[in-house]
């Protein structure tokens, strides 16, 4: 585990806040459910809960635009306000016994407001962490609060119906949510600056897709959490079947199942803390989805109530894996810009997903059979693995060499200020240029258009025919050129067969002058090279363009 996500207090409130929001989902889901349940029995349970569903699937790409339009903490902070407080409006209308159907509509508000918040925090995240194993970390830390909300918000939403009523539930995830928005409020980080949003909103969506088609490797995790979330759609119908028909244990097992998830996922966000530093995350999350399906497939061949139990907890162990893995890649292969839209796009497949799932589910069991059904859907999962194992071993290449790329850039002072998203992008774009010993890597005069990091080997520095410095792997230059518009002030020669890292002015500028912290570094190594290069440079700096 990274140690600067509990030294940071951005982070920890950052953290805490997606804890409290979880909770408040959590206990507002069970207080929802009693309300229709009295009102209706199960098929008014169903009929709210699908609802509350499709406006969040429907509008998850669309809302999520606003995160990536706007500052990100900003929204998250409606987002979690607006949800509170519809949610404890619920409570004196029930108190005062007034129409369900208005908690109902105050619940699909809540619901809608609450779109925007897990792709608007997870296109926040990798803005207040600045290494791929801190962004790891902190999904490990996020994965451990989602589980512990799965426990806490119910079991508190029980305590409060037996010692009160269904109202207090209410009141209590309300209160969560309003402390989700209050912790959000004035984190202290810099937003990359980004080209002002297009009028159009649809278009920003659609650059959104584009991006999920354009990154290489998106395309592959997006697959992979769509198959999760359609087993997790199945699996919410085949508890039930496995409870009362296969183990025959009654209704009351259909919640121990689901515990045995809760605990499982508990146990696998402690063992994701070893996934930090791993460079086969992909590889991870194909083998996450296998166990959602392989345990299903066990129940199947297996009916055994211990068997059920242990196949239930692997289950949980699955999907805390998948959040680690598939929240880490997508963050660090999509450019800040269309992050968050991304992030609203696999929502919105996601909750499709677990509703066409939770359709073919009953399906399949009059087709097949409940045990057969059951280990059909099982071995998707394994079946999609294996043809797909050679792909993600691809793509975890892919960013093990960018990881390798991240650590060079990291050498330069300049850079290492940036956030994990930015340098990620800095690293992807990034072209390597081999220099033969002897050779000019640019001569003085020549008109500067990138910026260069020394990956192996050494160069001269030199004015004229006299040596300023000599640099080798891990530092950089070329930047006096593109801060200042100008021609290059020195010749840089490779002393041995050299390797660097070019790096163009248009993602070079932007992303150094958009930081503070990089821009006082940037203008600070500035300073210190052109003291060895009196006269040769006089405009001020920063530049009044980038």
């Known amino acids: 585990m990274h140690g600067r996500v509990f030294r940071d207090a951005s982070l920890v409130r950052a953290l805490l806040s997606f804890g409290g929001a979880y909770t408040a989902e959590w206990a ?26 499709l406006p969040s699937a429907v509008l998850a790409p669309v809302v999520a635009a606003y995160a990536d339009r ?44 609450f779109t925007p918040y897990r792709a608007g925090h997870s296109a926040l995240m990798p803005l207040l962490c600045r290494e791929p194993e801190e962004l790891t970390s902190i999904n490990v830390v996020r994965g451990l609060l989602d589980s512990l909300s799965v426990v806490i918000g119910p079991f508190v939403a029980a305590i409060l119906v037996t010692v009160s009523d269904v109202a207090s539930v209410f009141v209590f995830a309300g209160a ?29 969506v659609v650059e959104g897709l584009k991006a999920v088609r354009d990154n290489p ?36 097992e259909v919640g121990v199942l689901q515990g045995a998830v809760g605990v499982g996922a508990l146990a696998g966000s402690a063992l994701c803390t070893l996934l930090v530093g791993s460079r ?129 850039l990291r050498g330069v002072s300049m850079l290492r200020p940036l956030p994990v998203n930015a340098i990620e992008q800095l690293a992807q774009r990034a072209d390597h240029m081999d220099v033969a010993t002897g050779e000019a890597v640019f001569e003085a005069g020549e008109i500067g258009d990138s910026f260069y990091v020394v990956e192996s080997g050494a160069v001269d520095i030199l004015d004229g025919q006299r040596l300023v410095r000599t640099m080798g792997p891990g530092e950089g230059f070329g930047e006096i050129a593109l801060l200042g518009h100008t021609t290059r ?32 570094a940037a203008e600070k190594t500035r300073s210190e090279h052109l003291e060895h290069a009196p006269g040769r440079f006089t405009e001020e700096w920063p530049p009044g363009q980038v």
């Open 28 to 53: 507002f889901t069970v207080a929802i459910s009693l309300v229709a349940f009295a009102d209706g029995g199960a098929v008014a349970v169903g009929l709210v809960g699908t609802l509350r569903l």
């Open 70 to 113: 706007l500052p990100r903490e900003k929204v998250l902070f409606a987002s979690s306000a607006v949800r509170g407080l519809a949610t404890v409006l619920c409570a004196p209308i029930l108190i005062s016994g007034g129409p369900t159907w208005v908690v109902y509509g105050l619940a699909i508000i809540s619901t809608i407001a």
């Open 176 to 204: 969560c949510g309003i402390l989700s928005a209050v912790l959000i409020l004035n984190l202290s980080y810099e937003r990359i600056p980004v080209a002002p949003a297009r009028p159009r909103l649809l278009g920003e």
């Open 217 to 252: 490797g998106v395309p592959t995790s997006f697959a992979f959490v769509i198959l999760q979330t359609f087993l997790r759609g199945a699996f919410t119908v085949y508890v039930v079947v496995v409870a009362i028909d296969l183990l025959g244990r009654g209704e009351s």
């Open 280 to 408: 086969a995350m992909t590889r991870w999350l194909s083998i996450a989805v296998v166990l959602w399906g392989a345990p299903m497939a066990v129940m199947g061949i297996a009916p055994e109530y211990v068997v059920a139990l242990v196949a239930a907890a692997v289950i949980g162990i699955g999907n805390a894996m998948v959040d680690v893995t598939a929240f880490t890649l997508i963050a660090r292969m999509v450019p800040d810009a269309v992050l968050a839209r991304v992030f609203g796009a696999l929502e919105a497949l996601g909750a499709l997903a677990v509703g066409l799932g939770s359709l073919i589910a009953p399906l399949l069991v009059a087709l097949f059979g409940d045990r057969a059904a059951l280990i059909v859907v099982g071995l998707v999962a394994p079946v999609a693995c294996v043809l797909t194992w050679f792909r993600a071993t691809k793509v975890d290449r892919s960013i093990s060499v960018r990881t390798d790329v991240i650590k060079v």
């Open 489 to 520: 002030t020195m010749t840089v020669r490779a002393t041995e067969d050299t390797r660097l890292l070019g790096i163009s002015a248009s993602d070079f500028l932007p992303a150094v002058t958009g930081i503070s912290e990089a821009r006082a």
